[in-house]
């Protein structure tokens, strides 16, 4: 999980200027499970990407939260 987390912490700091100069972007989190649910209170989906590893399944979601 730790990998992981890296590998998306390196492609945000890729994406964040693609995005906005003014994108601000909280650290990764990495969901392992099969129930396929993640929700984040406030937030929308802007994007989300199905990938597999090997055989194993794998989605990268980019979701957009309003400031508080």
């Given at each position: 999980?730790?990998?992981l987390g890296e590998l998306v912490?390196?492609?945000a700091g890729i994406v964040r200027p693609l995005i906005s100069d003014q994108c601000v972007?909280?650290?990764p989190t990495v969901a392992t499970g099969n129930d396929g649910g993640l929700a984040v209170l406030g937030a929308e989906t802007l994007l989300e990407v199905?990938?597999?590893c090997g055989t194993?399944?794998?989605r990268v979601t980019?979701?957009?939260k309003a400031e508080d």
């Open positions: 999980q730790d990998a912490n390196q492609v972007l909280s650290l199905p990938l597999s194993e399944p794998m980019l979701l957009h």
